[in-house]
């Protein structure tokens, strides 16, 4: 799988806004962009995910870049639930084409929610 | 409607001994992941299976580690002889049954294995 970049850490307050960035640069043109967190203590959770156009769910928004090598995911308003270690993870077709049943975490954002 | 159901979900073991952990999929899903998780490292990727067949096993350490997803029943990670650097979360993860690059996994709560 391609290599992501995020930071290790972030912040924020309560009821703002969260973007929570990733840098893929060599991202290819089948790769998915995905997001997963995990919250303490507990299994990942799937947030999003998209190809080329920006997404919306209930969770969260994720914008990707023009030339795909970077993708914000968006918390409209953090609450405390959101604290959470957040991975960005691209998923592809290896040789073979079995290796796209695998998810390659990195070591992801730890974003921590003030009151 | 169940997620995906691990147990135990804190398991003590003793050096030498073997560690099995159980892995129940959401109902439908015939795809089954596990991963680890060090302390203080991210998630690894063991291995990938369908029913009765082990599709990816690139994760997974060459000695003690097996896994299995039989026809009926749950899918089992099975370590022999644990040591102490065995001790880690071990999560489980199933998808539907069509797998594709925009399937979603979902998670267990994680089985906690401590070697003493």
């Known amino acids: 799988d391609a290599k992501t970049t995020q930071p290790n850490s972030m912040e924020s307050n309560e009821e703002e806004p969260v973007h929570l960035p990733c840098n893929h640069s060599?991202?290819?043109?089948?790769?998915?962009i995905h997001w997963y967190r995990q919250l303490p203590s507990q299994g990942p959770e799937y947030v999003i995910h998209g190809l080329t156009s920006n997404v919306n769910n209930r969770m969260a928004s994720l914008a990707i870049a023009e030339d795909r090598k970077s993708s914000t995911l968006i918390l409209h308003r953090a609450t405390l639930r959101d604290a959470a270690v957040y991975y960005c993870?691209?998923?592809?077709?290896?040789?073979?084409?079995?290796?796209?049943?695998?998810?390659?975490f990195g070591q992801g954002t730890i974003l921590t929610v003030h009151p | 409607n169940a997620g995906v159901m691990q147990n135990p979900r804190h398991l003590v073991r003793r050096r030498g001994q073997e560690a099995r952990l159980r892995c129940s999929p959401m109902k439908g899903h015939s795809h089954v992941y596990w991963y680890r998780q060090l302390p203080e490292e991210g998630l690894k990727f063991m291995v990938y299976?369908?029913?009765?067949?082990?599709?990816?096993e690139s994760g997974m350490p060459k000695e003690r580690f097996s896994a299995e997803f039989p026809k009926e029943g749950p899918s089992i990670l099975r370590i022999q002889q644990v040591v102490r650097g065995d001790s880690a979360a071990y999560f489980c993860?199933?998808?539907?049954?069509?797998?594709?690059?925009?399937?979603?996994?979902?998670f267990g709560p994680g089985t906690r294995l401590l070697v003493l």
């Open positions: 299976l369908q029913k009765e067949n082990i599709i990816d």
């Open positions: 993870i691209l998923r592809d077709v290896e040789a073979g084409g079995t290796s796209y049943g695998k998810l390659t």
């Open positions: 060599t991202i290819s043109g089948t790769d998915y």
């Open positions: 993860a199933s998808s539907p049954q069509l797998a594709s690059l925009q399937e979603t996994q979902y």
